[in-house]
């Protein structure tokens, strides 16, 4: 198949740590053979050849959090057919969203020297709040196989076939014991989307969320749980408020508990 008819595929990087471009690279054996069937027009963790626009399918890695990045998203998502959110970064903000949380210029006059040189926006935000975004693949970083699978249902016109249960799932299919009815560690396991394998639970630690929050994530329940194992006041919250702290079901379930504590304490009137 000669390179005019295959269809094209870009990879961007926004504000980000590079991890899940090199899961794409991570690939080996099978990027080659998605080389076969793709024309990797862009892709600058891989390649410095580049060939212009308009591209089938778009992936982006990383979160908004510039003037130029607000811009940038809004250029690529003309130019392609579709687009693909790529890891924890481009569906919720990524650790980087942490700084949504507090004054993002009070926060640059306390590291930077020169904080007047920089252009930022107040918040890290995801691709889907600044344009249509097709298909997200959650993960920090992205399981390169997920990554595979949604490239080939996009350019094969069905709908791909993705993990639709928790990370608990996952654990019970390694044989892993919960940590936390074990150990009494706390894990966000019930409310998050599967497809890392469920790594920190078979290495002895809770999870982080790093998926994002399930679809039908109850967490609700999962706090009142996990809140009765808490070490130190707040600490269901603050592990909400992490890697995926900015996606909605999280965000508004640390709220409710930072919420809650600071009630809790309040001197009586």
Same mark, same amino acid.
């Given at each position: 198949?000669?390179?005019?008819?295959k269809p094209?595929?870009?990879?961007?990087?926004?504000?980000?740590?590079d991890g899940?471009?090199l899961?794409?690279?991570?690939?080996?054996?099978?990027?080659?053979?998605?080389?076969?069937?793709?024309d990797?027009a862009?892709?600058?963790?891989?390649?410095?050849?580049v060939?212009p626009?308009?591209?089938e399918v778009?992936?982006?890695?990383?979160?908004?959090?510039t003037?130029?990045?607000?811009e940038?998203?809004?250029?690529?998502?003309?130019?392609?057919?579709f687009?693909?959110?790529?890891g924890?970064?481009? %569906?919720?903000?990524?650790?980087?969203?942490? +700084?949504?949380? &507090?004054?993002?210029?009070? $926060?640059a /006059?306390?590291?930077?020297?020169?904080?007047?040189?920089?252009?930022y926006?107040?918040?890290?935000?995801?691709?889907?709040?600044?344009?249509?975004?097709?298909l997200e693949i959650?993960?920090?970083?992205?399981?390169?196989?997920?990554?595979?699978?949604?490239?080939?249902?996009l350019?094969?016109?069905?709908?791909?076939?993705l993990?639709q249960?928790?990370?608990?799932?996952?654990?019970?299919l390694?044989?892993?014991?919960?940590?936390?009815?074990?150990?009494?560690m706390?894990?966000?396991?019930?409310?998050?989307?599967?497809?890392?394998?469920?790594i920190?639970?078979?290495?002895?630690?809770?999870?982080?969320?790093?998926?994002?929050p399930?679809?039908?994530a109850?967490?609700?329940?999962? %706090?009142?749980?996990?809140r009765?194992?808490? +070490?130190?006041? &707040?600490?269901t919250?603050? $592990?909400? /408020?992490?890697?995926?702290?900015?996606?909605?079901?999280?965000?508004k379930a640390?709220?409710?508990?930072?919420?809650?504590?600071?009630?809790?304490?309040?001197?009586?009137?």
């Amino acid at each position: 198949m000669s390179d005019s008819i295959k269809p094209s595929v870009a990879v961007y990087k926004f504000s980000s740590c590079d991890g899940c471009q090199l899961s794409l690279l991570n690939l080996e054996d099978d990027l080659l053979d998605l080389a076969g069937a793709v024309d990797i027009a862009y892709f600058l963790e891989a390649t410095r050849a580049v060939k212009p626009g308009p591209y089938e399918v778009a992936m982006v890695e990383g979160s908004v959090t510039t003037p130029h990045e607000a811009e940038r998203i809004r250029q690529i998502r003309s130019e392609a057919r579709f687009l693909i959110a790529l890891g924890t970064c481009a %569906t919720a903000g990524g650790i980087q969203a942490l +700084r949504n949380f &507090g004054n993002a210029d009070e $926060l640059a /006059r306390m590291v930077y020297p020169h904080p007047e040189y920089l252009e930022y926006l107040d918040k890290s935000t995801a691709i889907a709040e600044h344009v249509k975004v097709d298909l997200e693949i959650w993960g920090c970083p992205v399981n390169k196989h997920l990554v595979l699978e949604c490239t080939a249902a996009l350019l094969q016109k069905r709908k791909p076939n993705l993990p639709q249960y928790t990370l608990c799932m996952e654990c019970k299919l390694r044989g892993t014991t919960c940590v936390t009815v074990a150990q009494g560690m706390p894990c966000l396991g019930p409310a998050v989307q599967a497809g890392c394998g469920a790594i920190c639970p078979a290495n002895g630690r809770g999870c982080y969320g790093c998926f994002g929050p399930v679809a039908y994530a109850n967490t609700e329940s999962l %706090t009142t749980t996990l809140r009765a194992l808490d +070490r130190y006041a &707040g600490e269901t919250a603050l $592990l909400l /408020r992490n890697i995926s702290g900015y996606a909605p079901a999280f965000r508004k379930a640390a709220e409710t508990l930072f919420s809650a504590e600071v009630t809790s304490h309040k001197d009586p009137q």
